[in-house]
């Protein structure tokens, strides 16, 4: 069965500070991969995605994502994290069944940044 | 352009009650998914609709239907309620079988008492 790890549970980060959140999935297959964001109080919105192609992806709001196959990786990395970053964060991995897409979370790394 | 929209925003039901939740999905989108997103929990998949049949689904009892109308919009049923299903319950909308990301509503808060 496929899952997602997001090792970082609670994350807490000063402005300006580098952002690096972890993320593995277990599928041997062929995926696509996804950092997902929910603000407080916001729906879940889409950061980025890997879908093939160069495995450095870029997202919005200064994001990048490295794929590395060979460690069945896609960490999520920021230069420097502002305070409206301050949200949740989760990683997703989707593979195709019979032609249908079935998509698996992370358990979710809550981001805090102080100003 | 509307969003994926979803109602209602919350609701109390008493255990062993049956809910229903709704889904529209985002304008040009034919396939919807849901998701439970417990307390402390990524949304775990339910099951996803396309051309109103049930095509994938996660590990989740048979309490938990579904149904897809033929303007895209999609209900989720959980009969016999539990105090367990008590969590935020998202839709997707996407386009297609295929490779496409998946927009998300705002969710529907069920409480179960």
Redesign the interface.
Request: no cysteine; net charge positive.
């Given at each position: 069965a496929q899952s997602?790890s997001?090792h970082n549970h609670h994350v807490i980060l000063s402005e300006a500070a580098s952002l690096e959140l972890g993320c593995n999935y277990s599928y041997g297959g062929t995926v696509?991969l996804?950092w997902?964001v929910q603000y407080p109080g916001?729906?879940?919105?889409?950061l980025l995605?890997y879908?093939s192609g160069d495995p450095l992806v870029k997202g919005i709001k200064g994001f990048e994502a490295e794929f590395i196959k060979s460690k069945f990786s896609f960490n999520l990395r920021k230069p420097s994290v502002q305070w409206s970053d301050t949200a949740e964060y989760?990683c997703?991995a989707?593979r195709?069944?019979?032609?249908?897409?079935?998509?698996?979370?992370?358990?979710?790394t809550k981001l805090q940044v102080i100003p | 352009d509307a969003g994926v929209t979803q109602s209602p925003t919350h609701l109390i039901k008493t255990r062993g009650q049956q809910v229903t939740l709704r889904c529209s999905p985002k304008s040009g989108h034919d396939t919807v998914s849901w998701y439970q997103q417990a307390l402390g929990q990524g949304p775990q998949f339910i099951f996803q609709y396309y051309e109103e049949e049930e095509r994938q689904r996660g590990n989740f009892p048979d309490r938990f239907s579904g149904h897809q109308f033929p303007n895209y919009s999609s209900e989720l049923n959980v009969n016999a309620l539990l105090l367990g299903d008590s969590a935020l319950y998202l839709c997707a909308s996407s386009l297609g079988q295929g490779e496409d990301e998946q927009y998300f509503g705002p969710g529907t808060r069920l409480t179960v008492t």
């Open positions: 997602v997001q696509n996804f997902y916001q729906h879940l919105q889409l995605k879908f989760f997703a989707a195709y069944s019979g032609g249908y897409q079935k998509v698996t979370f992370g358990t979710g | -």
